[in-house]
């Protein structure tokens, strides 16, 4: 069974999250022998969100503020999954309150294609997403009555609507803009509507958080984005869609290129996949009017990283399992200050020689 156990909980207002958050700690303490509660950790949003609170009020937070605040939150999770992957049981649960979904929604400075990377850093934890949703009738019966006289809706929420109807509208509205996000994660992700009394939902989710990802699935999931079908998707059928042409620009992220290499590693002799590699990401960029983003360097140094991982960990991996792949390379994952930033400088990255002929790495590790 996996060691790491992590759900991040993503939700607009008065769907109930709190609420299910703390009844599923509580069963998880309760389900526990005495002393043998291990390493349980609960990310609120004092720490997910609040943090950009101040300065989104203030009109100052940046991106990049925002993207340093969600760095540090997900590489905290790595730390936390590395520390116990010799366990061979369950050893260390994470839940977390809100985090990348929300962010680009509110303080909405960030959109997802700066968040993707760090979607499939979560998803190479094999943390799980869920949605939870709920009818209008509910999101005002939860999210509005019951703090008419709370500072969340007399000061924070003003800057959606100044009249309780505008802002129960711009929660309902929000719930759309979730899910919109939500069919672009990587990550293994269930939606739930949770009208009903939270007792209902409470079991069937705490299942979810601890299944492994490779037991039957026990609950149906929303797979309805191309990113998540990816993961399903053979490596022939994924490279005819990307050769077509029927993948969009703004859903083919950092992740997508490590997948569609791997992909090609498994069609083709190395050589020839990255002949075809190479020529597939030239055609994308030329078709959209930016063969300059082409960069050769960046291509071959990644494109042989992958060969290297695959050939280490060859004997376990089946035909496609794309998904255990990722999970045991996080670091190929992960783009901004990525693994390339161990072999070569960042001035070598940037110049034309490096864009337009593969350069020898030029840094120590």
Same mark, same amino acid.
């Given at each position: ?5 992590a ?21 998880? +303490?309760s ?10 950790i ?5 720490h997910? /969100? *609040?943090?950009?609170a &101040?300065?989104? #009020? ?23 999954? @590395? *520390?116990?992957?010799?366990? *061979? ?6 839940? &977390?309150?809100t985090?990348?979904?929300t962010?680009?929604?509110?303080? @909405?400075? =960030? ?10 850093r ?9 949605l ?11 999210? &509005?009555?019951?703090?008419? #006289? ?5 000061v ?13 509208? /711009? ?5 759309q ?25 409470v079991?069937a +989710?705490?299942?979810?958080w ?11 999931h ?8 990816c993961? +399903?998707?053979?490596d ?7 050769e077509a ?10 992740? #997508? ?23 597939? =990401? ?7 009017g ?24 060859? #004997? ?5 399992d ?9 670091? =190929?994952?992960?783009?901004?200050d990525?693994?390339?930033?161990? /072999? /070569? ?11 337009? &002929? ?8």
């Amino acid at each position: 069974m996996a060691p790491f156990k992590a759900l991040l909980v993503e939700g607009t207002s008065g769907v109930g999250k709190s609420t299910l958050i703390d009844a599923l700690i509580r069963r998880h +303490v309760s389900n526990s022998p005495p002393r043998k509660i291990r390493t349980l950790i609960h990310l609120a949003q004092s720490h997910t /969100y *609040g943090p950009l609170a &101040i300065p989104e #009020d203030r009109g100052t937070l940046t991106a990049e503020d925002n993207l340093q605040h969600l760095d540090r939150i997900v590489g905290a999770l790595e730390w936390l999954h @590395a *520390g116990v992957q010799e366990h *061979g049981r369950p050893w260390c649960f994470v839940i &977390i309150d809100t985090l990348h979904l929300t962010q680009c929604v509110r303080p @909405a400075v =960030l959109k997802w294609a700066d968040v993707a990377s760090h979607d499939c850093r979560l998803a190479a934890l094999g943390c799980k997403l869920l949605l939870l949703q709920a009818s209008p009738q509910t999101i005002w019966a939860r999210g &509005i009555e019951p703090r008419l #006289d709370q500072q969340f809706l007399l000061v924070y929420a003003k800057k959606f609507g100044t009249t309780l109807q505008e802002i129960h509208s /711009y929660f309902v509205s929000e719930q759309q803009m979730l899910a919109d996000f939500f069919r672009h994660s990587v990550m293994p992700k269930l939606t739930i509507q949770n009208d009903g009394p939270i007792d209902s939902s409470v079991e069937a +989710v705490y299942r979810y958080w601890m299944l492994d990802e490779d037991e039957p699935a026990l609950l149906e999931h929303s797979v309805n984005s191309m990113a998540t079908a990816c993961e +399903v998707m053979s490596d022939e059928e994924f490279i005819r869609r990307f050769e077509a042409d029927q993948v969009p620009e703004d859903s083919f992220h950092h992740g #997508d290129h490590v997948r569609l290499a791997f992909a090609y590693h498994r069609e083709y002799p190395p050589l020839q996949a990255l002949e075809k590699f190479a020529a597939a =990401l030239k055609r994308f960029a030329a078709a959209r009017g930016k063969s300059d983003r082409y960069h050769e360097t960046i291509t071959y140094a990644c494109f042989f990283l992958i060969h290297e991982r695959m050939a280490r960990f060859a #004997d376990r991996l089946s035909s496609n399992d794309w998904g255990e792949f990722a999970r045991r390379n996080p670091d =190929l994952l992960v783009w901004k200050d990525g693994i390339l930033s161990r /072999y /070569y400088r960042k001035t070598t990255l940037q110049s034309d020689l490096a864009r337009s &002929i593969f350069v020898l790495p030029d840094k120590l590790r």
